[in-house]
């Protein structure tokens, strides 16, 4: 009997070897795996700490020259992210806001970096940097993007229906301007990109909003549209 009492007691010993074993093997991959994903969303700087959460971001505001540029596009937020993900050189030159002409804004996070674009000279928070060149090129070509004239028409409309979508919108001048962009339902006010949308989704039910921004409507949603196509461009 004295033999089985000690053969259970060392089952449960062995037992619960295991079971700590387990827990903590469990609390080690846990904390890996945080860990990592940590790091895969900082931008790092070489032969320093990573720093900067970006990957959360729903949308990139560019500020550059004074000019604002809003990045709604989803695959262009993802290419702008994975050039962040490159080593960032550490830069000598200490620079402050005033040397910038250049700010990008990852919105949803609270990272922020600004960008002497004459020597890629960046900080953020305390930290100065040399910013990747191809995610300024990448930059630049959003910015350039933007700046581009172009005009748009609407898919599956006759001339007429767009002749009458102008004369619609015509007929909402001396109308004031609506700074609420969010309330797109309101026919009482407009704001330039709201009033086109209105237009043809009132007059033919044809709805150009992507919902990048929420409820309101904003202009490069009008030319990403895959209801629209680009007649011209300068």
């Not at 093997?25 to 890996?32: G, K, V």
């Not at 990448?138 to 006759?158: A, D, F, P, Q």
Request: charged share 25%; net charge negative; with cysteine.
């Amino acid at each position: 009997m004295g033999v089985l009492i000690l053969g259970n007691k060392s089952v449960v010993k062995r037992k619960s070897y295991i079971t700590m074993l387990v827990f903590i093997s469990t609390i080690i991959i846990l904390f890996l795996i945080v860990n990592m994903n940590e790091n895969s969303s900082k931008i790092k700087v070489k032969g320093g700490e990573g720093y900067g959460m970006f990957d959360k971001a729903t949308r990139i505001e560019i500020i550059f020259n004074d000019n604002e540029y809003i990045v709604s596009n989803p695959d262009e937020i993802e290419q702008i992210i994975r050039l962040c993900r490159q080593n960032w050189e550490p830069s000598n030159t200490h620079i402050t806001k005033e040397d910038c002409d250049m700010c990008v804004k990852f919105i949803g996070t609270d990272t922020e970096v600004w960008v002497d674009t004459e020597t890629l000279s960046s900080y953020i928070g305390e930290s100065f940097v040399q910013m990747p060149e191809d995610l300024f090129k990448k930059i630049k070509e959003v910015v350039s993007l933007s700046n581009t004239l172009r005009s748009i028409s609407v898919k599956g409309t006759t001339v007429d229906e767009d002749n009458e979508a102008s004369n619609w919108c015509y007929r909402q001048l001396g109308k004031p301007y609506n700074y609420n962009y969010f309330n797109v339902s309101t026919r009482k006010k407009f704001y330039c990109s709201q009033l086109v949308w209105a237009a043809f989704k009132d007059n033919y039910g044809i709805d150009l909003d992507m919902s990048d921004f929420g409820d309101a409507v904003h202009p490069m949603e009008l030319v990403n549209s895959s209801k629209t196509y680009t007649i011209y461009k300068k």
